[in-house]
């Protein structure tokens, strides 16, 4: 039983164009959400994170937006550039790390020029 | 700032046999937990040490085990080693146990022939 999806394998975007990646959880006990990006051979490297009593948290080009009563998150990538190109990872938390972080499959960003 | 270090960042063991993969965390992160990446399964937790006592476990068979010294460094063991252990590990390092960011290491990619 997946707990944290990501429905979309790989995702295509054009350089300068918004990128928007996807996140559902069935977890209603998570109350703390990352996203993470991973390039081959390395590991995942923080990028955002939002806590359950925002809607909303902003970082530079990187925006994530949380709808709690639909389980679902998105991270907004404004403007995409062809250095994003990477496998984008949601996970998510309870409360005192309950169970560590839960992770989604990932979905494969690329960036066109 | 030194980041995480995982070492080795490559191993090749032979089935029933047994390994050990060491992590530094962040100076001054007291929190490391361990992942196992695999192309079929994703990114799954399989425990997390914070002052030295395992807080939380994955579900994975009693095979993995992991321990933390008192500098925070961790070290997880896998014994009788099958060939589905094949994967890339990875540890992840917070400055507390609960929802804070983890910042990960490049892995271990570990091979059982």
């Given at each position: 039983?997946q707990q944290v999806k990501q429905?979309?394998?790989?995702?295509?975007?054009?350089?300068?164009?918004?990128?928007?990646?996807?996140c559902?959880y069935?977890?209603?006990?998570?109350?703390?959400f990352l996203w993470y990006?991973k390039?081959?051979?390395?590991?995942p490297?923080?990028?955002?994170?939002?806590?359950?009593?925002?809607?909303?948290?902003?970082?530079?080009?990187?925006?994530?937006?949380?709808?709690?009563?639909?389980?679902?998150?998105?991270?907004?990538?404004?403007?995409?550039?062809?250095?994003?190109?990477?496998v984008y990872f949601c996970a998510a938390s309870?409360?005192?790390?309950?169970d560590g972080l839960t992770f989604g499959k990932g979905?494969?960003?690329?960036?066109?020029? | 700032?030194?980041?995480?270090?995982?070492?080795?960042?490559?191993?090749?063991?032979?089935?029933?046999?047994?390994?050990?993969?060491?992590?530094?965390?962040?100076?001054?992160?007291?929190?490391?937990s361990?992942y196992q990446q695999?192309?079929?399964q994703g990114l799954q937790f399989?425990?997390?040490?914070?002052?030295?006592?395992?807080?939380?476990?994955g579900?994975?068979?009693?095979?993995?085990?992991?321990?933390?010294?008192?500098?925070?460094?961790?070290?997880?063991?896998?014994?009788?080693?099958?060939?589905?252990?094949?994967?890339?590990?990875l540890?992840a390092?917070?400055?507390?146990?609960?929802?804070?960011?983890a910042?990960f290491?490049?892995?271990?990619?570990?091979?059982?022939?």
């Amino acid at each position: 039983d997946q707990q944290v999806k990501q429905n979309s394998p790989s995702l295509s975007v054009q350089e300068g164009r918004i990128s928007i990646l996807n996140c559902d959880y069935t977890n209603s006990m998570f109350d703390y959400f990352l996203w993470y990006k991973k390039y081959p051979a390395e590991g995942p490297t923080f990028l955002i994170s939002i806590s359950s009593i925002k809607d909303k948290n902003e970082d530079g080009r990187f925006t994530v937006f949380l709808n709690k009563s639909a389980k679902h998150l998105s991270l907004h990538i404004v403007p995409s550039q062809p250095g994003d190109s990477a496998v984008y990872f949601c996970a998510a938390s309870e409360g005192g790390g309950a169970d560590g972080l839960t992770f989604g499959k990932g979905t494969h960003l690329i960036i066109q020029p | 700032k030194a980041g995480v270090t995982q070492t080795p960042r490559y191993l090749i063991k032979t089935r029933g046999q047994q390994v050990t993969l060491s992590c530094s965390p962040i100076s001054g992160h007291r929190s490391v937990s361990w992942y196992q990446q695999t192309p079929g399964q994703g990114l799954q937790f399989l425990f997390e040490y914070f002052s030295e006592t395992q807080r939380n476990k994955g579900n994975f068979p009693g095979r993995f085990s992991g321990r933390q010294f008192s500098n925070s460094r961790s070290e997880m063991n896998v014994s009788t080693l099958e060939l589905g252990d094949s994967a890339l590990y990875l540890c992840a390092s917070s400055l507390a146990w609960g929802n804070t960011e983890a910042f990960f290491g490049q892995g271990t990619r570990l091979t059982v022939v």
